[in-house]
């Protein structure tokens, strides 16, 4: 491509200086170039001593889901709680959960890229590698649930010498593409705006070899204006791509249960219903990362209380579409006149076997986002570590509601059971707790996990420097 | 086997003991060259032996494959007719052989004791001939011994010059006529040989009461189809006797109810706890058993004042009415019941269950006699021994015991150590007889007391006889040779006759060709090919004379005892529990407790509610200085005074390992009147119960689940009842082009008793595993058919309703369009199939079936069994591997077969040609499968009856399994 002229295209929006106070509390302590560049990569080339211990312990810890995951392998889905009719427990719930946490990394950087939010540059890099770490758990449990999954294959349309494609008419086979769909997205999504903070960390490297690894991954960026505007050209069109993708992949997974029959599954409302559900649960875990992380790698004037503040506010909203669908479900279930989804949603649910579960569920996700209307809770960071550990909490239980009460009674009263998880049920959801955070931390220790040259291209926006 | 003796494993070598310097004499290393010579062709003609051992061809007629037999075709299946035998009747079974291995037991349509129906515990017959833990080898003591050395041991009980003295035969009730003539020779040639009956549950109260009022022993046989009133006073006649299933067959046909304007019978139960034909009566009181002979003498005097009860002593008449008046709480029960039977005079019948006192029976019999019930008839009994007043008796060898005068005791298969009353104490006693033999299938408590331990032959390996309730006798052929080398006890009883290699083969055709000398062989062929004994009927004794001198029993027998009563019944599945501890009969759910591998203290909810205990709360129950400790479980309809215990189950392994559930006869005595009362004492204590439903209640969605209706409001509106069907809309287009036969199954609720025949008929045609009480505890049971029952009414006198359930075949199947991999199709004669193959064990299909049968392989089950357990395969049905669902298939296999058949021959399909499993074993003939296409098939017809309605009509998946409402003839007196 030959280069043209390069003012034509503006390589960030023009400056605004008007911008107004609250967003200069974004970056309240203005720095040189230099000085952040060198605050934010030396955070990585030298890393804090606790972090060599934690990376080890949740290795250790990623070991259990291995040796989960072999077993279960080995010996058969038996070793798990699952029972008929309640095949579905845990594996799809952690499916769900995984999946939805993914979400709010997406959401926060595709969807307020492209609706300008200032706010999302110094937490964006965070949030796309949690959703892809959420996305690496949630795509193991697809699998791992198959009785065979050494046949996991069958379900993408790979062009057969039997001529057998999957049927397609099954959600199951959506999910594939979805999933899949969203993997690959977000890696690109996530890696293209790495690239020149790789490329930042080749160039202050103080070890030879360790330049030579960030070159590789670099992959020969010299960030030449050309270079810039392709990077910032393609980085839009991938958040076009991955926006409306934050709504289809949920959307798809709940109609892994929408397209059913059960009571309390069959529904419209699921789709919308799922997808605020997954934004909740997604801005609750990078709060919960992003809390802790903030305080230990002493970040507070780069992910600031406005920041924390903003999120919660999200939270507050997403919380309130959760409760909302709540009430319309249970309200079309009372109005609806089928008497099989009256019994699941005004009987069975508050009342049955899982009472708890279901109460549980509306107080940790309907009732934890009220206390975020007050300003002191949400720019409070232990307040809201709290009530962000409640949400993911509610949210997981809600899944695990969800599936397991329409299961366990759905219209034969001969054919309800309860379920109880296994050992090994246990095993797979810690394990994949540990492995996400052994996945999150190595993340830490070699990428630059704030995006430098956005936050400074951020720092030169609000305050006008040229 | 000489080898044996010399080389073989020893417990000692001690050189005091003779043998070991015999072994000195051949030790190999002083072998010379013709010693050597003389091994090795031994060790050759040796090996080539246990070569010929490998195969389990019959040994009678063996050619190459040659000239291939024409009978014989690899991978088609031949059919046997045989008979099974419990408590001494016989049941006409057809047996399923592939390549000389047996694999499935359908009922004889000839016999008349089966009519082509089978029960749970023939089909697993099957299971119990590749048993694991059967007995392989003879032991002696716990060790190796020689075949010789015990037949040594039985001719030795035999000789002549001891006359018997000393030697005890205990043998099962039996009636078989080669048996009964070599009892007789045994006798006249040791005429103090001791024979002992062993029947833990034996008809001898019934035997008993007809003695006393015939003044002979006499059967009492029903016919249902003749009896519009039925009253069953503790009789559980749908589901246990010994023509069971001819009895099931004939009420289901007075209830059949084709078109709404037929008539119907009104079925009267009382009983302690609720059974099977508890299930299905009209009107059903619960009484506890002691009342048991009070309500009939109740009923007996309503009926005597109205009809005048010719030589009935006035005295007693007066005493009758006395006791009548202990029940005068149900008195408007017991007369309408009397009103009802004799507005259908004659046409009714009373029946009493066989535990009941004799004086019971014997007013029951003498009911019948009054009304000239025509449905009653009366024959003498077909097994031996049954006139003896001490039949069943354990007491004389017990003493025999006691007395150390036991000098031989032979048992053949019967483990009396635990199927007996614990008072007799035989299980320490056993151990005093000087030489003892066991033959049998396993090792139990009752081997492990006897020196000598052998195998017997099973009941498929055998060639006997047997006779059924109505005298029909059936040759026993057995379709493989004995896997074991066991011996049947017309062999045992040979030997200690005195004949040198005895061969049941021979015995009993030397019995027969004195019986019918003329044309044997052709005989010969027909029988064994037709599953009868042409002739062999007993003919009824015409109006037997009735006589009175019974009543003084009836009136002064019953005392009333207080508290809690302990009421010990049969168990459905597992019967007196020597059936062999099959897992298809564990795993069976109760018919009316859905219990499975276990039993538990059955007790009304009025008494859990005062001992304040809930379902799985242990209690111990003592009585007569022995306790028992099991979990409670509640059962709706129980009498409220009475504790029910079934027995059959805790039967104890040799090792003194107990199986699943607790021995009732722990708790029995030998003589049930002087016996203590029940203490019961909650222990506050959990034990799992291993039930299969949980919830019994119907919801308030009933109506979309399980019609039922009374016989009056049906007739009234015959079409009100079922909800008009509309095809519901669908977005696709029927997949399939649909082809001319369309397969359909009805099932008539009104006929389906719950008996669960089907479930075991469909896990042994399909190779479905049992998955162990864990397995069903974390609710894996891998049954493609359950029958659901569900209670209406109060608790105190709850409906029952029962619907078997398997996979619909849903015409818009919901299980199929979730299928991410296409595993579940639909085919083009409405069959929703499932490819094992394809299937990658998402499990959504099973989330997605509104009626939960889909089963699903959480592990290898197949994997685990013990040789030769995989023998019982069907060859025609996949051995489903781990990771993959699996239902109800409508039995593919055989369409399928029935199908090539008809095309082979150039012939059009018959209705009659394709049968599935479940359809075939069930006694009343409920399941109907056919082809809904075919106007003149049956399920056809059926699907048009007004009864016809479908499972959840409203999720538009269109169920080709059809059910028809279940109604119910209350009398409106009782209202």
Same mark, same amino acid.
């Given at each position: ?33 230099a ?16 972090l060599g ?24 889905i ?45 937490i ?5 590698a ?16 198959m009785?065979?999954a ?39 999504f ?10 930042a ?21 010299h ?6 505007r ?8 991938l ?89 319309v ?86 054919a309800?059971?309860?379920y109880?998880?296994?050992?090994i ?42 | ?76 299946a ?9 408590d ?11 390549e000389g291995?047996?694999?499935? !037991? ?28 059967? !007995? ?19 001719r ?5 010059e ?36 062993h ?39 749908l589901a ?75 005295d ?109 104490e035989?299980e ?8 003892? !033999? ?16 052998a ?8 060639w ?52 019918r ?16 004994v ?18 003084r ?15 010990l ?113 909650v222990?506050?204590?959990?034990d ?42 669908s ?11 369309q ?7 009104n006929?389906?008793?719950?008996c ?73 004669d ?19 079936c509104p009626?939960k ?11 685990g ?12 049905v ?9 239902k109800?298939?409508y039995?593919v ?15 059009p ?16 003939q ?7 296409n075919?106007?003149?098939?049956e ?31 209350p009398?409106?007196e009782?209202?």
């Amino acid at each position: 491509m030959s280069s043209g002229p390069v003012a034509e295209v503006p390589l960030w929006p023009a400056p605004d200086y008007s911008a107004p106070p609250d967003e200069m509390a974004l970056l309240p302590h203005p720095q040189s170039d230099a000085a952040l560049t060198a605050e934010l990569l030396d955070k990585v080339l030298h890393p804090p001593r606790w972090l060599g211990p934690a990376i080890l312990t949740t290795g250790a810890g990623s070991t259990v889901l291995l040796a989960a995951v072999v077993y279960t392998l080995i010996t058969g889905i038996g070793v798990w709680g699952n029972n008929i009719p309640v095949a579905w427990a845990f594996g799809i719930t952690n499916f769900v959960w995984w999946i939805g946490i993914g979400h709010a990394g997406t959401f926060i950087s595709a969807f307020l890229l492209l609706l300008e939010q200032k706010w999302r540059t110094s937490i964006n890099r965070f949030a796309e590698a949690m959703t892809l770490f959420a996305v690496v758990q949630a795509g193991l449990f697809p699998l791992l649930h198959m009785g065979r999954a050494w046949f996991f294959y069958w379900l993408v349309p790979y062009p057969s010498t039997m001529g057998i494609w999957p049927q397609f008419r099954s959600s199951l086979t959506w999910d594939v593409a979805a999933v899949s769909t969203y993997l690959t997205v977000s890696l690109l999504f996530w890696y293209l705006g790495l690239i020149p903070d790789l490329a930042a960390m080749r160039d202050y490297a103080p070890e030879r070899w360790r330049r030579k690894v960030y070159a590789v991954f670099a992959l020969g960026w010299h960030g030449s204006a050309q270079t810039w505007r392709r990077q910032r050209i393609a980085y839009g069109v991938l958040a076009g791509i991955a926006a409306p993708l934050v709504v289809s992949v949920h959307s798809i997974v709940s109609m892994d249960f929408a397209i059913g029959v059960l009571p309390g599954w069959h529904s419209t409302i699921f789709p919308p219903y799922f997808v605020a559900g997954a934004i909740y649960s997604g801005f609750a875990m990078v709060l919960t990362l992003l809390i802790p992380a903030r305080r230990l790698y002493h970040l507070e004037h780069v992910v600031t209380t406005d920041h924390l503040d903003k999120m919660a506010k999200m939270l507050l909203v997403t919380g309130s579409l959760v409760t909302y669908a709540y009430m319309v479900e249970t309200y079309l279930a009372w109005v609806g006149g089928d008497s099989f989804e009256r019994h699941m949603l005004l009987q069975v649910r508050p009342h049955g076997q899982f009472a708890p579960l279901f109460w549980t569920v509306i107080a940790c996700n309907c009732g934890s986002p009220l206390f975020l209307w007050s300003r002191r809770v949400r720019r409070s960071a232990l307040c809201l570590f709290a009530l962000t550990l409640s949400i993911q909490l509610g949210m997981w239980l809600e899944r695990l509601m969800l599936i397991i009460t329409s299961l366990s009674a759905d219209f034969l009263p001969s054919a309800a059971h309860g379920y109880k998880p296994s050992l090994i049920d246990g095993a797979l959801l810690g394990g994949t707790l540990c492995f996400f955070l052994f996945l999150f931390l190595v993340f830490l220790r070699f990428v630059p996990f704030i995006p430098v040259s956005e936050l400074k291209a951020l720092d030169y926006e609000l305050r006008g420097r040229t | 086997m000489p080898p044996l003796t010399s080389f073989g494993s020893r417990p000692r070598l001690d050189p005091g003991v003779p043998e070991f310097d015999a072994q000195q004499e051949h030790a190999p290393s002083e072998l010379s060259r013709r010693e050597f010579l003389y091994l090795s062709g031994a060790t050759i003609a040796l090996s080539s032996q246990a070569l010929l051992g490998c195969t389990r061809a019959p040994a009678e007629k063996i050619f190459p494959y040659r000239v291939q037999p024409p009978e014989i075709v690899p991978g088609r299946a031949l059919h046997y007719a045989s008979a099974s035998t419990l408590d001494g009747y016989g049941t006409g079974i057809v047996v399923e052989s592939h390549e000389g291995r047996p694999t499935k !037991i359908e009922g004889n349509s000839a016999h008349p004791a089966s009519l082509g129906a089978s029960s749970a515990a023939q089909q697993a017959l099957l299971l119990e001939l590749y048993d694991p833990r059967r !007995i392989r080898t003879v032991t002696r003591g716990g060790l190796p011994a020689l075949g010789d050395d015990l037949t040594r041991a039985l001719r030795a009980a035999g000789a002549l010059e001891r006359r018997g003295r000393g030697v005890h035969l205990v043998l099962g009730a039996s009636s078989s006529p080669l048996l009964a003539r070599q009892l007789a020779m045994l006798q006249s040639k040791l005429p103090e040989l001791a024979v002992h009956f062993h029947v833990p549950l034996s008809r001898t109260a019934a035997w008993q009461g007809s003695r006393l009022a015939f003044g002979s022993t006499l059967e009492a046989r029903v016919d249902l189809r003749r009896a519009d009133v039925v009253v069953a006073i503790g009789a559980d006649m749908l589901a246990q006797g010994p023509e069971h299933l001819a009895v099931a067959r004939a009420f289901a046909d007075a209830r059949r109810m084709r078109t709404s304007t037929d008539a119907m019978n009104r079925l009267y139960v009382v009983e302690t706890s609720m059974s099977v034909t508890g299930g299905m009566a009209d009107h059903r009181l619960a009484l506890v058993p002691s009342q048991m002979p009070a309500f009939a003498a109740a009923l007996l005097r309503e009926l005597a004042v109205a009809l005048g009860a010719a030589g009935m002593p006035g005295d007693l008449a007066a005493r009758l009415a006395a006791q009548a008046d202990t029940l005068a709480s149900h008195g408007a029960f017991v007369r309408a019941v009397a009103r009802d039977l004799l507005t259908q005079r004659g046409r009714g019948a009373v029946l009493a269950g066989d535990h009941l006192p004799a004086a019971a029976h014997a007013a029951v019999h003498a009911m019948n006699a009054l009304l000239g019930n025509h449905a009653l008839s009366y024959a003498p009994s077909p097994i031996i021994g049954s006139e003896q007043e001490s039949f069943g008796s354990l007491r004389a060898l017990r003493e025999a015991l006691a007395a150390r005068a036991v000098d031989s005791l032979i048992v053949l298969d019967r483990d009396l150590a635990y199927a007996s009353a614990a008072d007799l104490e035989l299980e320490s006693l056993l151990g005093r007889a000087k030489e003892s !033999i066991y033959f049998g299938l396993f090792a139990n408590q009752t081997s492990a007391a006897c020196n000598y331990r052998a195998p017997a032959a099973h009941v498929l390996e055998s060639w006997s006889d047997t006779r059924s309730l109505g005298g029909t006798t059936s040759i026993v052929q057995p379709m493989i040779l004995p896997l074991y080398g066991g011996q049947t006890p017309s062999e045992v009883l040979a030997v200690l006759i005195g004949a040198e290699q005895p061969s049941a083969h021979e015995l009993l055709r030397d019995f027969w060709r004195e019986q019918r000398p003329n044309d044997f062989e052709s005989f010969w062929e027909t029988t064994l090919s037709r599953g009868t004994v042409e002739g062999t009927e007993i003919a009824p004794v015409t109006s037997p004379s009735l006589s009175w001198g019974w009543l003084r029993q009836l009136v002064e027998s019953t005392p009333a005892p207080g508290g809690v009563e302990l009421n010990l019944i049969a168990d459905t599945r597992l019967h007196d529990g020597l059936l062999g501890n099959s897992p298809w009969l564990l795993e069976l759910p109760c018919p009316v407790t859905k219990q499975c591998w276990g039993n538990a203290a059955l007790i009304a909810p009025a008494l859990a509610r005062r001992l304040g205990v809930s379902n799985g709360q242990v209690l111990e129950l003592t009585r007569g200085g022995r306790t028992v400790a099991l979990p409670a479980l509640i059962v709706p309809g129980h009498a409220d005074a009475a504790l029910t215990l079934a027995l059959g189950w805790g039967q104890k392994y040799e090792s003194g390992q107990e199986s699943f559930g607790v021995s009732g006869y722990r708790l029995m005595a030998s003589n049930e009147q002087a016996v203590a009362p029940l203490q019961i004492r909650v222990t506050g204590q959990l034990d799992e119960l291993a039930l299969t439903q949980d919830t019994m209640s119907l919801g308030e969605s009933a109506d979309s689940i399980l019609l039922s209706s009374t016989l009056a409001d049906y007739q009234k509106a015959p079409k009100a009842l079922t909800p008009k069907l509309k095809r519901p809309l669908s977005m696709y287009a029927s997949d399939a082009p649909e082809s001319e036969r369309q397969w359909g199954m009805t099932i008539d609720l009104n006929a389906c008793t719950g008996c669960s025949a089907c479930v075991v008929a469909c896990q042994a045609e399909n190779n479905i595993p049992s998955v162990g009480k864990n397995g069903v505890l974390k609710h894996r049971e891998m049954h493609w058919l359950r029958v659901d029952r569900y209670l209406g009414g109060s608790e105190a006198a709850p409906r029952v309703l029962v619907e078997p359930m398997a996979c619909q075949h849903c015409e818009k199947a919901p299980c199929e369009y979730v299928c991410p991999t296409g595993a579940t199709t639909h085919s083009t004669d409405g069959l929703n199939q499932m490819v094992y193959n394809r299937c990658v064990g998402t499990r959504f299909c099973s989330n997605n079936c509104p009626y939960k049968v889909r089963r699903f392989n959480w592990f290898d089950y197949h994997q685990g069994e013990a040789s030769p357990r995989e023998l019982a395969e069907n060859p025609e049905v996949t051995v489903r591997a781990r990771g993959v669902m699996e239902k109800c298939s409508y039995c593919v296999q055989r369409i399928r077969k029935a199908e090539i058949a008809a095309k082979v021959g150039h012939r059009p399909l018959l209705d009659q040609d394709v049968r599935t499993a479940c359809e075939q074993a069930c006694p009343t003939q409920a399941i109907r499968f056919g082809d809904i296409n075919d106007a003149r098939s049956e399920v056809a017809a059926l699907r048009q009856s007004e009864r016809a309605f479908q499972v959840l009509p409203e999720l538009g998946a269109v169920p080709r399994t059809r059910y028809l409402m279940k109604l119910t003839n209350p009398n409106p007196e009782l209202k």
